[in-house]
Each structure stands twice: as C-alpha cells, then as structure tokens.
C-alpha cells in the first residue's frame, strides 16, 4: 500500500510557475514508476509526465514538452513536477500516480496505476 498526497496547487497568472509535489508513504518509494496525470472540468484525466524509478526515463505528452520537468527524490519520498510558462489550458486538478510494474511508462495511459493521489488545483489566470 502507498499513501500519495500531493501539493503545491493555486492560482497563477499565465506566464507564470508552480511546483508540485507528492509525498509517498507506505511501500518503499524507489521501486515505482511515477507520473502526474490532469484533469479538466468536463474532460477525461490524462497523462502529463513520468519517470522510472531511477530517473533514467522520463516521458511528457507533447502539450508541457519543454514547460514542464518531472523529477523525483527518491531520499525524500518525494515527486516533484516544475511547470514553466503556464497557460489557461494547463487548469487541472493534478493527480499524482504509482506504478509498480511499467505499463504506465510504456503506454502514457494511466494502465498499470496501482495508486492515485487526491489531486490538487492549479488555476491559470489569462
């Protein structure tokens, strides 16, 4: 079992940055792969960005390439995503994701996502 909670959400103008992070108990952090995904009043959650669980792959959908970094701390527990140049169509409610095995990474779907987060808000003002 993993315990996943996320902040860092709010309000910011567009332009603007945040930073999210997810702070994981429960099951050692380090064996999963983790990821953000979004959610849009009235659209479906989808896949933002992941990483393995040693760094060595991250994957973006083509909307936060060059905006976004994922990255974690694996000493800390820790998942982080920087987002830069924020955009109205960035509002979301930001879920963070666990995947022990790697169907998550290799299909940029939340398949294989063995826990979610709450969520947490960011709004981009225009």
């Known amino acids: 079992q993993v315990q996943l909670v996320e902040s860092g959400g709010g309000l910011v103008q567009a332009g603007g940055s945040l930073r999210l992070s997810c702070a994981a108990s429960?099951?050692?952090?380090?064996?999963?792969?983790m990821a953000w995904f979004r959610q849009a009043p009235g659209k479906e959650r989808e896949f933002v960005a992941a990483i393995t669980w040693n760094a060595g792959v991250t994957k973006y959908v083509n909307s936060v390439k060059a905006r976004f970094t994922i990255s974690r701390d694996n000493a800390k527990n820790t998942l982080y995503l920087d987002m830069n140049s924020l955009k109205p169509e960035d509002t979301a409610v930001y879920y963070c994701?666990?995947?022990?095995?790697?169907?998550?990474?290799?299909?940029?779907?939340?398949?294989?996502?063995?826990?979610w987060g709450q969520g947490t808000q960011v709004t981009v003002s225009s």
């Open positions: 994701a666990a995947d022990l095995g790697d169907r998550l990474i290799a299909t940029m779907t939340s398949q294989g996502v063995d826990y």
């Open positions: 429960g099951r050692p952090f380090s064996v999963y792969t």
